[in-house]
């Protein structure tokens, strides 16, 4: 997206990305963005939830209008209506996917070895 972020904005048109990681969007250097903190997949809030959003939206269009300076990033100020870890726990799925428990014995057997070799 960051790309595609300047190549609009080379060619006149404004954009403003909206993020869950705001650090990233700072290192790739967008020309705006709304950092948002809420859980991954869910970038303008909770599925059915209009009003929140169309307030994380009006809170995007409100960056781009008013942002004066080059890689301008604001937090927005809405806030997940659950405490995160029960908002992590509940977009989480209960079982590994199959290649994620077919690789997590051979990434937690790997990351031993780096501790008995005193690679943290």
């Known amino acids: 997206m960051p790309v595609l972020a300047r190549t609009l904005e080379a ?3 404004s954009t403003v990305l909206v993020t ?3 650090y990233w969007a700072e290192k790739v250097g967008v020309p705006r963005a709304l950092a948002v903190e809420f859980p991954f997949g869910h ?3 909770q599925p059915g939830n209009v009003a929140q ?3 994380v939206i009006r809170e995007a269009l409100a960056v781009l209008e008013t942002a004066v300076a080059p890689a301008t990033i604001i ?3 809405a ?3 659950q405490p995160t870890a029960a908002a992590i726990k509940g977009w989480q799925p209960t079982h590994p996917s199959p290649i994620i428990a077919e690789l997590a014995p051979q990434f ?3 990351l031993r070895q ?5 690679n943290r």
């Open 108 to 110: 937690r057997e790997m």
């Open 20 to 22: 869950m990681m705001p």
């Open 114 to 118: 780096r501790r008995r070799d005193g």
């Open 53 to 55: 959003q169309m307030g």
């Open 43 to 45: 970038t303008l809030g």
């Open 11 to 13: 060619h006149g048109l």
């Open 79 to 81: 806030t997940w209506p």
């Open 75 to 77: 937090h927005s100020s």
